[in-house]
């Protein structure tokens, strides 16, 4: 036993257990011996306490507002960085020379194309699918496309996969909206930037040149960086549990956009717009502050609370300032902006929300600056899915790399019937 084990003791036995060090945050306990020791499993419904891996992408200190992504603190990264540079910082852990983000850049242009099938597929989606479903399984299907290339154990086929996702994305995103509201399908315009190129897929129509808004990439292309990684939330689990069963990237990701997709994760941006819509006036915040914090209502502030963030999410706090900024140099005037602040305000003032420690997250500005750039608030969780997809797929890799890996199995408190007899149908 080493003087930093941890020891636990039962009626029954005295276990002692391993403290794994990490280079920041918590030491964790490992349990690894204690159902074999003991015979106890543990008990942490949520995991709320429980690390799942080791990993070296992310960083978050919930207590203090902290986000480093490979250790690069996030205002930075906000400030002097743009989402494809964060893109190979989260794959390949250092930032990139000159030379290798040329390279980085050339390969993600080259893979933009998505097979002309794909359109067939999902001109198969009745007109009014949500582009969440659509992105969803167009990236599922995805798999299909790429079977020759899904060997899992070979380093430079996980990377062709990673590029491909990153580039493929925009480009299955704007064609799910463009075939939910009609319009023709675009094709990637590779002398665009990847934020450039995607707004274009999204907006330009054959009858009209677009004149692509310098302000509105610039944001998008913030929005990007803030979303790209945040350790092992749902939708990254997610993915690390299928990707441990040994299932091909694409499919694991898939399941990450499906994870993603909820208002308790990524959905929440666009249940925020929805929230502050129906909120509608400021004389409202009140009732909506009330009903919140009424537990039989059902109803949470949509964009308040974080599982890790006790204190202001980082992230948060730079989208806040930069809604102002975007509506200003949009020209846009929005009333749901000036909701959202003195909602902010009034429950930051509030004894419940202090007590439970609920701050603005990421999700609770973001909308707003979308709703500013013209994207539809089918969109929204779409547009988080588009960042996202850097940090899934570099858990992926990583997961992959990480020597020991096992399939994510975890176990339960069974509270079902106890043995009994079959009784057959005519005696019942
Ligand atoms: N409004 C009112 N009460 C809340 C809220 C909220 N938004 N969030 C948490 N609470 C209360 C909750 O009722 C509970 O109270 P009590 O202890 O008295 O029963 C307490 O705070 C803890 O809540 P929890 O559900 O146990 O906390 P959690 O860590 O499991 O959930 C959360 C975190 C983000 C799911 C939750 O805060 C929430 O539902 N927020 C609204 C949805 C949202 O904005 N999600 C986006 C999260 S950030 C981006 C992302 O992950 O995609």
Redesign the pocket.
Known sequence: MSSNDVTLTTPDHSVSLPLVEGTQGPSCVDVAPLYRETGHFTFDP?F?ATAACKSAITFIDGEKGVLLYRGYPIEQLAEKSRFLEVAYLLLEGELPTPAQMHTFEDKVTHHTMMHESVKNFLHGFHYDAHPMAMLCASVASLSAFYHDTNDNADPAQRKLAAIRLIAKMPTLAAAAYRYSIGWPIRYPRNNLEYVDRFLHMMFEVPSEPLELNPVAAKALDLLFILHAD?EQ??STSTVRLVGSTGANPYASVAAGIAA?WG????G?NE??LKMLTEIGDAKNIGKAVAR??D?NSGF????????VYKNF?PRAKIIRGMAHEVLDELGVDDPLLDIAMKLEEVALKDDYFIE?K?YP???FYSGIIYKALKIPTSMFTVM?AIARTAGWISHWIEQHEMPGGRIGRPRQVYVGATPRAFVALDKR
Not at 263 to 266: K, L, T, V, W
Not at 300 to 307: E, I, K, Q, S, V
Request: positive net charge; hydrophobic residues 45%; without cysteine.
């Open positions: 949520g709320a945040h939330n749902a993603l208002p308790a994760h990524g929440a249940a925020v919140a914090k537990k949470r502030l949509m964009g308040f609370g974080h599982r999410d439970h609920l997250n990421v999700d988080f």
